[in-house]
């Protein structure tokens, strides 16, 4: 089976057109040429048998006055012979040419008569070619008999009969003159309404082939506008189907409703779109394993200098959920990851609302950062120090929503949320190994936020930040210094910051404890440990229940006991017991 395309289509417009082109000019040819005939035969027939008639008379006049020339040479005295036989020639050849001008037009006339293509009044013209033939008849007969007698007078010098016969002569002569200026009314009449049919045929002619044109023109634009819709329509459905497709709508279809190239680019988009959506599906199911941000660098590797691995700036985020190891025991396996999911949605939402990456999940840890080309370097620290606040702020309501999850009344006071975070250089790319491959983070400041989210045991605080976060992060939160620690892995001291909130939300009490532990722990690391005591008294006394003055005052009792050595920097060993 053939199939259209859309050459075909065109060319079949192409040939429709010409095709009406073709008829209305064979119609027009034919019109024309019928009143191209009308027009002929009336100009040469119509007008050459009058014409023919009107030359009988004048004959006839020329005739009567060579009759008389040959009356007057007869009575000259004497006779003039010789002018006599010469107007006798004239009058003889003047009566066959009357014959001769009756006999062309009675021949133009059956002419006429006989062409059954012109809408003529054979009829009537039947009628003047027999009043032709008996004018003629009759004149030659009667003058002939007259013209005997009159030169058989002229002979006998009889001119008195003769003028008598000279008399009946012109009246015959008259009479035929009469008879044929009827006939040439007649015949006038006949050309002018031959004249008006040819003109009423041309004027049919015209309107036929302008409404011809006209029909033509809309039949070939009904035809084309028929093709052309069925061109175009599937286009302007195939460029609105595009246009949906580049908004990110990849869930619809468009029909094929051609078997031409139209039909074929089609179909070729439906399975286009199919396969987008396939790898649309594809990236929503492998976004859930990894960032959407990181699934974009790793299909679109230009999007994502560091694939291949670098160093960077960058703020690293570990987070973690004291005591759930203990509260998930004797749960079913059900339970568990019912839990698990909804912790980790809970605590995900804030990294994911700040522009953090989830870089993976380690049981009930979350490790996540944030940097370039994720987030701008002047933005990293503040965004993921705010959201840590925030996470804080949804594990308090987490715990009023667990008792309700694992079917008990109440979960352990000490179910709490805790997090480190620290801004430092890290080696970023994609490491793994030729089986496995993670788009990750690896280095001392890795290593350093997961110590001091280890480290809220000790200080029994929430979030605890690097100097280099809290400083990165600006104004955009409140924070305290807490210490300064050595983590494992490392030998230089760090000093660790908590955040207690974002900027402008602190109490009037909280704003006092920042001054009672400042104070109290610039007097601890001055072996001032009666200050230091005192200092810590006082910010327990402001907010009972916080835990790193309870820490600190702790340390300051032992340290009271058993001094440090005469090198300690003040910085404390996150190793020691």
Known sequence: MLRPTIRKRIIGIALGLIFLMAITSALSTVMTRKVAHQLDEFSSKYVEAYGHLARTN????????????MVIAKMQMPPDEAGFLERQKAYEAMGLEIEKEAQAARTLINAIIEDTSTASDNARLGRIDDRIENVTNDLARYLRDEYKRLMSLLEARNFSEARSSLARSD??????????????????????????????????????????????????????????????????????????????????SIDVTTRDEIGQLTAAFNKMVEQLRHKERLRETFGRYVDPRVVEGLIDPKSLAASSGERRVMTVLFCDMKGFTSLSEGMTPQGLVKVMNHYLSTMSGPIRSHRGIIDKYIGDAIMAYWGPPFTEDSEQARLACLAAVEMADRGKALRTELPELIGVRTVPSDCEVRIGIAT???????????????????????????????????????????????????????????????????????????IIGRAGELTEQQLVLQTRYAEGLAAYRARRWDDARRSFRAALEVVPGDSPSKAMAERVENFSANPPPADWDGAWRLDQK
Do not use: W
Request: avoid cysteine; proline fraction near 1%; glycine fraction near 8%.
């Open 58 to 69: 004048v004959r006839s006049l020329e005739q009567a006055l060579a009759l008389r020339r």
């Open 171 to 252: 009246e015959l002569r008259d009479e035929f003159n009469r008879k044929v200026d009827e006939i040439r009314g007649d015949m006038l009449g006949q050309v002018r309404a031959d004249a008006k049919v040819t003109m009423r045929n041309q004027q049919t002619a015209i309107v036929i082939s302008v409404i011809l044109t006209i029909l033509a023109s809309v039949l070939g634009l009904l035809f084309a506008m028929f093709v052309s819709i069925g061109i175009t329509r599937p286009v302007r459905r195939l460029l609105e189907g595009t246009r949906e497709v580049e908004a990110g709508k990849l869930d619809g």
């Open 424 to 498: 430092g250089e890290v080696l970023v790319g994609s490491i793994g190994s030729e089986f496995m491959m993670s788009y990750t983070v690896m280095g001392d400041a890795v290593n350093l936020a997961s110590r001091l989210e280890n480290a809220n045991k000790i200080y029994g605080s929430h979030s605890l930040a690097s100097e280099a976060a809290i400083k990165a992060a600006g104004d955009a939160v409140e924070a305290r210094e807490v210490d300064r620690v050595i983590v494992v892995g490392q030998t230089h001291p760090e000093t660790v910051f908590e």
